[in-house]
């Protein structure tokens, strides 16, 4: 007996020991700081919270063997930084365990491990990728609860010292192969939600975004292979962009994407306030020591979305730094679009601004009236005036878009586009408009300024 009771106070010693030593390597801090969230009427209210910091205490599990696995709880798990993944690692968390950004923090909350800087140059043929990382479930926030409050988490860098430039997301993966991101939701966020680059690939699919402020999945090139399937809910800015060139405060590097499915992308339901847009954003990038780099975008399927509002696809210039001062070099190229089951309940258009070989329209439901100013597909050159605040002087306005650009559009198929349940198709007039546009002598006065460009169809 004596001996059974001495082996299972040493077994008891053991676990203790055990226990004491997981706790040392994955140590949980309670903090206390401040928090602003919007009252019943609106009004922003600071409120005191202090709760648990598990930064250090993922990474440590993650490390471990590779997988991480966040359980729900009934209040949140809070973040100081990212969480770093390297090759091979999973990472996975009940549907309704909540992650979010602690104040202040201004990082992304999960990225992989060799992001770097890549944007004065092409990124090199030999650059180092991380690869075979999985990313499911949780809900994932960085605090930003309303239009003007974003809880000092402005930006999803990589990491809070010497991050890696323009690297923006909650959700980050940067210098990336065979990665996927699934079954999550972006919520209250100011960074893009999910954000790649350099990412070939790659699957991102079942994304629920709510009350976000940025882009929903947002792609950098150079990228290619991918599938990014099931977005929806509500964005203030693009729910999907692939953007080759880019503005360059946003830009972790620059090149072609290609071979991209998106399908299954559904707007935000009437009355909620949602962008509801698609980008694709191609150019011409011009580095610093005046070299360039062609950013086309090809060879790209958006199959079955639902009550997007607009389909960007034209040239725009940065205005945030000062469009002379970030541009591209002439409008860029696309090449073998095709839009597949488009259905719109309410009035949306495909806007082309680029140098284009083949766009593919087929199966689209048009489930609202057709009046006789409406056009799905838009060839040509957009202007329109930024003002800025109400009553700024006429002589600080700028232009928003290249309305002097001229593109070339070739090689357009439009099969079975039809209003609501007619069996016959839309007459091609009716579906395409081809925009020339012209100086606005009245202007400003009367806006927009217009210009010199047109679109060019060559049928």
């Known amino acids: 007996m004596r001996n059974r009771n001495e082996a299972a106070r040493s077994l008891?010693?053991?676990?203790?020991?055990?226990?004491?030593?997981?706790?040392?390597?994955?140590?949980?801090?309670?903090?206390?700081?401040t928090e602003k969230w919007p009252d019943e009427t609106g009004e922003l209210q600071s409120i005191t919270v202090t709760a648990e910091v598990w930064t250090e205490a993922f990474q440590a599990d993650l490390d471990a063997d590779g997988r991480l696995h966040i359980p729900a709880r009934g209040k949140p798990y809070y973040l100081d930084g990212p969480i770093v993944?390297?090759?091979?690692?999973?990472?996975?968390?009940?549907?309704?365990?909540?992650?979010?950004?602690?104040?202040?923090?201004?990082?992304?909350?999960?990225?992989?491990?060799?992001?770097a800087t890549l944007n004065a140059k092409p990124v090199p043929a030999d650059q180092s990728l991380d690869t075979d990382l999985?990313?499911?479930?949780?809900?994932?926030?960085?605090?930003?609860?309303?239009?003007?409050?974003?809880?000092g988490n402005l930006r999803g860098a990589s990491s809070r010292q010497n991050a890696a430039f323009g690297t923006h997301g909650v959700?980050?993966?940067?210098?990336?192969?065979?990665?996927?991101?699934?079954?999550?939701?972006?919520?209250?966020?100011?960074?893009f939600g999910v954000h790649l680059a350099n990412a070939h690939g790659f699957t991102v699919e079942n994304i629920t975004l709510e009350n976000h402020w940025r882009d929903g999945v947002h792609v950098n090139g150079p990228a290619g292979d991918g599938l990014i399937r099931g977005v929806r809910g509500d964005s203030h800015d693009d729910k999907v962009a692939l953007n080759a060139w880019e503005w360059k405060n946003?830009?972790?590097?620059?090149?072609?994407?290609?071979?991209?499915?998106?399908?299954?992308?559904?707007?935000?339901?009437?009355?909620?306030?949602a962008a509801n847009s698609i980008?694709?954003?191609?150019?011409?990038?011009?580095?610093?020591d005046g070299t360039t780099l062609d950013c086309p975008i090809s060879d790209i399927t958006l199959?079955?979305?639902?009550?997007i509002r607009e389909f960007k696809l034209y040239d725009q210039p940065n205005l945030e730094l000062g469009r002379d001062e970030d541009f591209s070099l002439g409008v860029g190229t696309l090449k073998n679009l095709r839009f597949e089951g488009l259905t719109f309940h309410r009035p949306g258009k495909i806007e082309v601004h680029a140098n284009t070989d083949g766009i593919h329209l087929q199966d689209v439901r048009v489930l609202h009236s057709v009046g006789p100013g409406w056009h799905l597909l838009a060839i040509g050159p957009k202007s329109a005036t930024y003002r800025g605040a109400p009553g700024t002087d006429p002589s600080r306005w700028t232009e928003i878009f290249s309305p002097d650009l001229d593109c070339t559009v070739r090689n357009v198929s439009i099969t079975r586009v039809r209003e609501g349940d007619s069996p016959s198709d839309l007459l091609l007039g009716q579906v395409v408009k081809v925009i020339v546009q012209k100086p606005n002598p009245d202007y400003p006065r009367t806006l927009p300024?217009?210009?010199?460009?047109?679109?060019?169809?060559?049928?």
């Open 12 to 33: 008891w010693f053991c676990l203790i020991l055990a226990c004491l030593g997981q706790l040392q390597a994955e140590p949980v801090r309670v903090e206390t700081w």
């Open 85 to 115: 993944m390297k090759s091979g690692q999973k990472l996975s968390a009940d549907a309704k365990a909540e992650i979010r950004l602690k104040p202040g923090s201004n990082t992304c909350l999960v990225r992989n491990e060799q992001v």
């Open 134 to 151: 999985s990313i499911g479930g949780g809900i994932w926030t960085t605090l930003a609860v309303s239009h003007s409050e974003s809880n």
């Open 171 to 191: 959700i980050l993966l940067q210098n990336v192969r065979d990665v996927s991101v699934k079954n999550v939701v972006i919520r209250q966020s100011r960074p």
């Open 250 to 273: 946003y830009a972790p590097s620059y090149g072609a994407i290609e071979r991209v499915v998106i399908e299954d992308v559904t707007g935000a339901p009437e009355g909620v306030a």
């Open 279 to 288: 980008r694709l954003l191609p150019g011409v990038k011009r580095f610093d």
């Open 303 to 307: 199959r079955r979305i639902t009550d």
């Open 449 to 459: 300024q217009g210009g010199a460009g047109k679109g060019i169809w060559i049928r």
